[in-house]
Structure formats: structure tokens, C-alpha cells
T-cell receptor, first 111, second 112 residues
Framework: NAGVTQTPKFQVLKTGQSMTLQCAQD?????MYWYRQDPGMGLRLIYY???????DKGEVPNGYNVSRLNKREFSLRLESAAPSQTSVYFC??????????FGSGTRLTVV | GQQLNQSPQSMFIQEGEDVSMNCTSSSIFNTWLWYKQDPGEGPVLLIALYKAGELTSNGRLTAQFGITRKDSFLNISASIPSDVGIYFC????????????FGKGTLLTVNP
């Protein structure tokens, strides 16, 4: 029972490079989310997808794009990475908002 | 936007002690959730509360949904070393398109 799977687990980027963080869930959840976690800031919502085919901005969307590829997969793209995007990124999914299931995170460092 | 004020920010306690943490908001929430995050992992749901006044237990953990629907607390009794981690409260309000609002977390350290 995999739950929410995120890849990669660790990544180091140079400023200006691009990359895509992958997320897949096998629980048939409708909603999926991307959060970033920074020390003392808690979890901040970047983008979310309430259902397949829809995406919306969260609290801190600047510098990111997302794609809800199908019901299972929700990817997060950094087009031109900046040091301010150094963070731990979590993907989560839920059945209509009740009890999110989180992945184990991607630790991204931008140098 | 909606904000949750979670306190305390951190706690350092001795094994066996009881712990209490809480979340307050100026907004009303329909659902309160408590999560725990172990080092290097994603948050895991501990307790979910769906009705104002509801008191729910999960082993040594007890959480309550405040009557005003603007607050919640989590108690941990007889703490053990594996209770170490970050505890997050989260609230879900009507019309939020299923987006949770998270508190900033309480870092708990348990001294054996």
C-alpha cells in the first residue's frame, strides 16, 4: 500500500536550472496538493488540484507551475530555480479534504 | 487569508510528563485535524474532529474541537521518547475547496 509517492527524495540545483517534482497516489483520491515547509513557517500551500483537470493557486505560487496529469499524478515544476526555493516539498492527497495523506517529501537545495 | 495560531512553538519535557498544545483562529472551522511529523518524514494524521465540542482520544492522545469552532487542543499523556516530533493543527472551513489551513507547528522534545 504505497499511498503517496514523491520523487526524487533529494535534489541539488544550480540557480536558473529547471526541474519537475513528481507525485503519484494510489488511493483514488480526488484532491492533490503541493506544500513547501520551511523552518518556523509551517506548511504553506503552493498549488492544489481539487479534481482531475483543475488546478488552483495556493498561498505561495510564484515561481512554480503544476500539472494534474491524471487522477493519480500531480507534478510541480520549477522553471528557473532560485535560492529562495530551497525547501522541503510535500505532496498530499485527500478524499475531499478529510485527512490528507502526505508523501515523505523532496529536499531541494538551490545553490 | 485564514490563519491558525499554534502554541507553544516548542516544548522540552521529561519522559512521563503530560503535554498540552493548542490552536486558535479568528475564523470558524468545520473540521480540526492534528498531525505529527517525525524527522525526515511527511506529516501523519493523528486525530480528526468534526463537531464542535467533540472530544476524541487515540491512545495517549486526546483532542477537542472548541465550542466556538475557533480553537482546538491536543493533550499527550505520559510522554515517551517516540513522541518527539512536530505537531501540526489544521483546520478545514466550508467553501475552502478542501484546502487545509495549517498552524506553524509545535516542536516536542522528550528527554528520557
Amino acid at each position: 500500500n504505497a499511498g503517496v509517492t514523491q520523487t526524487p527524495k533529494f535534489q541539488v540545483l544550480k540557480t536558473g536550472q529547471s526541474m519537475t517534482l513528481q507525485c503519484a497516489q494510489d488511493m483514488n483520491h480526488n484532491s492533490m496538493y503541493w506544500y513547501r515547509q520551511d523552518p518556523g513557517m509551517g506548511l504553506r500551500l503552493i498549488y492544489y488540484s481539487a479534481s482531475e483537470g483543475t488546478t488552483d493557486k495556493g498561498e505561495v505560487p510564484n515561481g512554480y507551475n503544476v500539472s494534474r496529469l491524471n487522477k493519480r499524478e500531480f507534478s510541480l515544476r520549477l522553471e528557473s530555480a532560485a535560492p529562495s526555493q530551497t525547501s522541503v516539498y510535500f505532496c498530499a492527497s485527500s478524499r475531499d479534504g478529510y485527512g490528507y495523506t502526505f508523501g515523505s517529501g523532496t529536499r531541494l537545495t538551490v545553490v | 487569508g485564514q490563519q491558525l495560531n499554534q502554541s507553544p512553538q516548542s516544548m522540552f519535557i521529561q519522559e512521563g510528563e503530560d503535554v498540552s498544545m493548542n490552536c486558535t483562529s479568528s475564523s470558524i472551522f468545520n473540521t480540526w485535524l492534528w498531525y505529527k511529523q517525525d524527522p525526515g518524514e511527511g506529516p501523519v494524521l493523528l486525530i480528526a474532529l468534526y463537531k464542535a465540542g467533540e472530544l476524541t482520544s487515540n491512545g495517549r492522545l486526546t483532542a477537542q474541537f472548541g465550542i466556538t469552532r475557533k480553537d482546538s487542543f491536543l493533550n499527550i499523556s505520559a510522554s515517551i521518547p517516540s513522541d518527539v516530533g512536530i505537531y501540526f493543527c489544521a483546520g478545514l472551513s466550508g467553501g475552502s475547496n478542501y484546502k487545509l489551513t495549517f498552524g506553524k507547528g509545535t516542536l516536542l522534545t522528550v528527554n528520557p
